[in-house]
């Protein structure tokens, strides 16, 4: 089964380390294209997939630095799709970190 049909090239919108921006639009990846993605179940698994592969070198990049995110805040910003709360946020950063 295919996940929702998307009416934008995804491909376009990749992150550029060290910084994690969208590498098309500049904005903090994953940017607000992915983010407005019609969510479904098949889609969620997907992304989950994807998206936690980032988290090891997101936060190895981003966290330390002056007014960027915590650990918690990058696990959230990277897995926006699911319902993460503060205290599993934090657990999973300290498993990535």
Known sequence: MRPTDVPVDLELHCAGRPAWRCTHDGEPFPCPTWRALPLDD???????????????????????????????????????????????ARAVALRYR
């Open 42 to 88: 098949n889609l969620r698994a997907v992304l989950l997939a994807a998206f936690t592969l980032f988290l090891r070198p997101a936060i190895r990049d981003l966290r330390g630095h002056p007014d960027g995110p915590t650990p918690p805040e990058i696990v959230r910003r990277f897995l926006w799709f699911l319902p993460v709360t503060d205290e599993e």
